[in-house]
């Protein structure tokens, strides 16, 4: 699998995210006018838009273009059923509950099979979770010192309302699928769907 070694507030601030939707770092003042220095065309600003859901996700080109076809052939809009696809993946899932720093760390922990679904262990990142699934965390991993400090760590950290939480048994349901207004961070999928449909 290709990995990226670029780091991690480089590539944010290329793309204009804040470090805090990667889960890594404080919240810093953003320059306002970075990146309309130089002229971007339309293209460009397609391109970035795509770049930018990739790199969150940490999802590859491939990948990520097989999740446009499948959402281009849902009902409603292929940006927002994209959206939710991405949003729904069991790293992203267990990253939105807490117990992960990161998006990264959360793939890492599902690959190592700590979570179940609906009490069948899952160690699939890209496995997408439907309304009414419950993820929780092993019995066996709830005795590790390692998901202990995450869970002080991510103490903080909101929850998203399609989640319900059970912060006691480190479990949660999903109450819904989650849309576009659920993110905590700006995105302009249109022109992601217009730089897929030339």
């Not at 679904?117 to 699939?124: A, E, F, L, M, Q």
């Not at 399609?162 to 022109?191: C, F, G, T």
Request: proline share 3%; aromatic share 6%.
């Amino acid at each position: 699998m290709a990995v990226s070694r670029e780091p991690i507030l480089k590539r944010c601030k290329a793309l204009g995210i804040s470090p805090m939707v990667m889960g890594v770092g404080k919240e810093t003042k953003r320059d306002p006018n970075a990146n309309k220095r130089k002229k971007v065309s339309e293209y460009g600003l397609q391109l970035k838009e795509k770049q930018k859901l990739k790199f969150i996700y940490g999802v590859l080109e491939k990948q990520f273009h097989h999740y446009f076809e499948l959402a281009a052939k849902m009902e409603g809009q292929s940006g927002a059923n994209l959206l939710t696809m991405l949003e729904s993946r069991l790293d992203n899932v267990v990253f939105r509950m807490g117990l992960s720093m990161t998006r990264r760390e959360a793939r890492q922990l599902v690959v190592h099979g700590h979570f179940d679904v609906n009490g069948k262990r899952v160690d699939i990142p890209s496995y997408r979770i439907k309304e009414g699934d419950v993820i929780s965390l092993r019995e066996k991993s709830k005795k590790s010192v390692k998901f202990k400090e995450i869970v002080e760590a991510t103490a903080g950290r909101l929850v998203p309302t399609w989640l319900d939480m059970d912060k006691d048994a480190l479990s949660a349901k999903v109450v819904r699928l989650p849309v576009k207004d659920d993110l905590d961070y700006e995105i302009e999928e249109h022109l992601i769907v217009e730089l897929y449909s030339k």
